[in-house]
């Protein structure tokens, strides 16, 4: 079997019940940013897939257990090498690890998930997350909308392709534009 077939069917059934917004959905959004911003990059486009469809398995957040990446790995028809290089492009990632890419891959694949965090499509991630663990919206250090301040309004700056730049521009004047308006209607002052 083909091992990104095999690790989209691996991935199918570790994402299934998720409602926190790193559905598979999440994952294939992903997957085709990287196909997007791989174009004409010198990278290992096998490795780079994989670990797109791989990255979010054992999120700490999750509460998945450690070592499914591994095993599933293990499992397929690759080189310890590639392996390897899969894990690490996984664990260089995480915002929150605060991490910086060591390899063309790792960046690729951290801006395709970032881009996927930011915009319309992140704006909605963000409400499904907080639903999902009984965050408040608005009003608290720790509500939704504060994560915009947190984490997702620094992200268009931490872009390491032009590609990426590019369409995280437009995604981040798409969340400011959303956040102004949603001030203003929490406050009551919309016109």
Not at 47 to 71: F, I
Not at 132 to 148: K, M, V
Not at 156 to 169: E, G, V
């Amino acid at each position: 079997m083909d091992v990104i077939r095999a690790t989209r069917e691996f991935v199918e059934t570790i994402h299934a019940d998720d409602s926190s917004g790193h559905d598979m959905a999440h994952v294939e959004r992903v997957v085709r940013l990287v196909e997007r911003l791989m174009d004409g990059e010198s990278v290992d486009r096998a490795v780079l897939l994989l670990s797109a469809y791989l990255h979010d398995v054992e999120d700490h957040k999750l509460g998945r257990p450690k070592g499914l990446v591994t095993q599933h790995l293990a499992s397929l028809d690759l080189t310890e090498a590639q392996a390897s290089l899969v894990r690490a492009v996984i664990d260089e990632v995480s915002f929150s690890k605060g991490t910086s890419p060591t390899t063309r891959e790792s960046e690729i694949l951290q801006d395709a998930d970032r881009l996927d965090a930011i915009g319309a499509i992140g704006i909605a991630r963000t409400f499904q997350y907080a639903g999902s663990r009984g965050t408040p919206l608005d009003r608290s250090e720790t509500s939704a909308i504060q994560h915009f301040q947190d984490k997702l309004l620094k992200l268009a700056s931490k872009m390491h392709t032009a590609k990426a730049r590019q369409l995280a521009m437009s995604r981040h004047v798409f969340m400011q534009h959303f956040l102004n308006r949603f001030h203003e209607e929490w406050d009551g002052k919309d016109t």
